[in-house]
Nanobody, 121 residues
Framework: QLQFVESGGGLVQPGGSLRLSCAASGFSSDYYAIGWFRQAPGKEREGVICISSKGGSTYYAGSVKGRFTISRDNAKNTVYLQMNSLKPEDTAVYYC??????????????WGQGTQVTVSS
């Protein structure tokens, strides 16, 4: 059974940085693409960025280009989201999920519980 545990969220001032972690279990994290998604209050969940099984990244949200990067540590079965130059509009619950490939279908049942990121002064 695929399971993800997200962590690393918190309260940060505008311009600050956070690194989110997505720990996978039940499968090898390098088998699927892993996407980060976010959902702000009152808004639909949106894709942020994805890393393929081979390590290539795909940005889903143009607003994070140049600020967010994604990486994976296959030995730890973990994917990371490095977020720099954070803005208030980045405030959301961040989730990771498995995808067949970046921009491809989600693997059913693979959503984690999310981690809250709040960017505020």
């Amino acid at each position: 059974q695929l399971q993800f545990v997200e962590s690393g969220g918190g309260l940060v001032q505008p311009g600050g940085s956070l690194r989110l972690s997505c720990a996978a279990s039940g499968f090898s994290s390098d088998y699927y693409a892993i996407g980060w998604f976010r959902q702000a209050p009152g808004k639909e969940r949106e894709g942020v960025i994805c890393i393929s099984s081979k390590g290539g990244s795909t940005y889903y949200a143009g607003s994070v280009k140049g600020r967010f990067t994604i990486s994976r540590d296959n030995a730890k079965n973990t994917v990371y989201l490095q977020m720099n130059s954070l803005k208030p509009e980045d405030t959301a619950v961040y989730y990771c999920a498995a995808q067949s490939y970046c921009s491809g279908p989600l693997v059913p049942g693979s959503w984690g519980q999310g981690t809250q990121v709040t960017v505020s002064s």
